[in-house]
């Protein structure tokens, strides 16, 4: 699997991850992108660094599980709120279920960050 390209593409309108491998549709997941007054970059970015564990440092050490940090601060990662995926509610992260960011960093990882990529759109 080392030569699989992975996209996870976030569609802003819909609020929906669709996660292919080699082009294959694999994943279809709901998420949390940025409520009103933050942002969620769009654009197409390479993984720039991974933690299975990690805790924010800007908001006050919130648990950032299974983190793919894709554009400085911004990350795709997992969330303990769950109500809230389908509709905007974060920072400007890109939110998902705990077992959903957990698969997604698993296939990363096991493909490497320079097969991936994370396509935001509106």
Same mark, same amino acid.
């Given at each position: 699997?080392?030569? &699989?390209?992975?996209?996870?593409?976030?569609?802003?309108?819909?609020? @929906?991850?669709?996660?292919?491998?080699?082009?294959?549709? *694999?994943?279809?997941?709901?998420?949390?992108?940025?409520?009103?007054?933050?942002?969620?970059?769009?654009?197409? $970015?390479?993984?720039?660094?991974?933690? @299975?564990? $990690?805790?924010?440092?800007?908001?006050?050490?919130?648990?950032?599980?299974?983190?793919?940090?894709?554009?400085?601060?911004?990350?795709?990662?997992?969330?303990?709120?769950? *109500?809230?995926?389908?509709?905007?509610? &974060?920072?400007?992260?890109?939110?998902?279920?705990?077992?959903?960011?957990?698969?997604?960093?698993?296939?990363?990882r096991s493909v490497g960050m320079r097969n991936a990529r994370i396509k935001?759109?509106?």
């Amino acid at each position: 699997m080392a030569a &699989s390209k992975v996209v996870a593409h976030i569609d802003l309108s819909q609020q @929906r991850m669709y996660v292919s491998v080699n082009g294959k549709r *694999k994943y279809a997941w709901k998420v949390s992108t940025a409520r009103r007054g933050y942002r969620t970059p769009i654009g197409t $970015y390479s993984p720039k660094r991974m933690y @299975r564990r $990690y805790f924010s440092k800007k908001y006050h050490g919130s648990p950032m599980p299974n983190s793919i940090f894709f554009h400085g601060g911004y990350a795709v990662h997992g969330t303990t709120a769950i *109500k809230n995926l389908g509709r905007p509610a &974060s920072h400007g992260c890109v939110r998902l279920h705990p077992s959903n960011a957990r698969k997604l960093y698993s296939l990363v990882r096991s493909v490497g960050m320079r097969n991936a990529r994370i396509k935001i759109t509106r």
